[in-house]
């Protein structure tokens, strides 16, 4: 394929700054959203933490499936909201409503037991702020840098979302071990506070087409709701890039996080054996988020893809039929590396292709793309390993993937898709797909 026959978002006339991991607003930027996430992961060991100790196992799991039910009814119509108000705006009211709601928690639980209720309702709220929170997320980053430097922006987001896991659940955990779960969650009222004062700080690029006036707000919230579905819908590129996310989460998600403790156990490997395959999984993804910041970019961004999601096919099969852990562990690498750079560029490319006044709500799909059939991939998993055995789990993830790798290798509009680069500013298309 030759060049001049690739998809590519058009050009920016500023397009052509420093590089992302050089740009203070960017950096302002990742500095609150880090924070947050790292609120998040104390949040979570916190909130555990205090159902075990006051619900029990019921009320445990109660409090922990609540949060996710309305993020996942909500998200569709948060895209929407994001659209209308903007996604900085929205990212600092969750901040700040999640701060509130935190330190009020942190007030009613140093004064008296954690009751079943207030945890519901702190998992309810924050369950809500989510289904805003992610879209916006998505969204943002196409206001910050210009096209060529997307994929660039993602590899770094991805080192702070797996920096954050890292530091978060420890601190989270080693703070609810000294000074109880009030402390933790007026930690966490504070680590929200420090993330609104970053972000409040964050630059914007101008965006002509971004949808928020007046005329807009008196729009019905659904019928938004459908112009999104219409835009993505549309779109070849966009519609093929989140269904093919869809089918490679239902693939993947069962298989790493339920079917490697099964495959550990049947295989004999010792527990140690779980720790060093999904460790093994996280480097690798570390490792290409930071090749990702240093490359930039890769041509034939879509082919690229393409051919990674089918590699990513073999080494979770790689993983279920290895003869021994080194060989489980190396496919788990290898896995994690493809996945956090395709990740990443289709993560590009989607905000390089969505008209501006849309983002929020083709953020809210690929969300729901992302999180919606994990439940049923950690089902799928389940039953593949009672009636044959893990191996067969494995199998099935891997041809599932294979699946949403062929489907971006037989469609052109993704296949040939292109994120723009700096050093051939030129070669651009008059518009968008």
């Known amino acids: 394929m030759s060049a001049e026959g690739a998809v590519r978002p058009p050009a920016d006339a500023a397009a052509y700054g420093v590089p992302s991991y050089r740009d203070l607003n ?30 029990g196992a019921r009320g445990t799991g109660l409090v922990l499936a609540v949060g996710s039910v309305p993020r996942l009814v909500l998200l569709l ?10 996604a900085r705006r929205l990212m600092l009211g969750s901040d700040m409503l999640r701060g509130a709601v935190m330190a009020a928690a942190a007030l009613i639980i140093a004064t008296s037991s954690p009751s079943l209720l207030v945890l519901v309702s702190v998992a309810v709220v924050f369950g809500v702020v989510d289904a805003m929170f992610l879209p916006a997320v998505g969204a943002l980053p196409q206001r910050l840098v210009a096209a060529e430097e997307l994929a660039r922006l993602q590899g770094m987001r991805m080192l702070v979302q797996r920096a954050a896991i890292v530091v978060g659940a420890p601190l989270g955990g080693a703070t609810v071990a000294a000074f109880g779960v009030a402390a933790a969650f007026a930690v966490n009222a504070v680590s929200f506070g420090v993330s609104v004062l970053a972000l409040a700080s964050v630059r914007l690029r101008p965006n002509p087409h971004l949808a928020g006036g007046a005329e807009q707000r008196n729009h019905a919230l659904l019928t938004d709701v459908r112009d999104g579905l219409r835009v993505v819908r549309r779109s070849a590129l966009l519609r093929t890039a989140l269904l093919t996310a869809a089918v490679s989460e239902l693939g993947f998600s069962g298989p790493i996080n339920v079917g490697v403790p099964l495959l550990v156990r049947d295989r004999g490997w010792q527990a140690a054996g779980v720790g060093l395959i999904i460790g093994g999984f996280g480097a690798g993804a570390a490792l290409a988020a930071l090749a990702l910041v240093v490359i930039g970019r890769l041509p034939r961004t879509g082919l690229a893809y393409a051919v990674l999601s089918l590699a990513m096919a073999a080494a979770l099969a790689g993983i279920g039929y290895g003869p021994s852990r080194l060989w489980a562990v190396t496919a788990a690498v290898l896995l994690g590396a493809g996945g956090g750079v395709a990740s990443a560029i289709l993560l590009a490319l989607v905000q390089a292709y969505t008209p501006a006044a849309y983002l929020g709500r083709a953020f809210s799909l690929s969300s729901l793309a992302s999180f919606g059939g994990i439940p049923v991939s950690y089902a799928m998993t389940g039953f593949a390993v009672d009636a044959l055995d893990p191996r067969a789990a494995f199998a099935g993830g891997a041809a599932l993937a294979a699946c949403g790798g062929l489907i971006s290798l037989l469609t052109p509009a993704l296949r040939r898709a292109e994120l723009p680069d700096r050093k051939r500013p030129g070669r651009h298309p008059p518009g968008r797909e």
Do not use: H, P
């Open 26 to 55: 960017v950096l302002r930027w990742l500095t609150g959203f880090g924070v947050s996430l790292l609120g998040d992961q104390v949040y979570f060991v916190a909130l555990a933490w205090a159902a075990v100790q006051s619900t």
């Open 77 to 86: 119509v948060g895209g929407a909201f994001v659209d209308r108000w903007g």
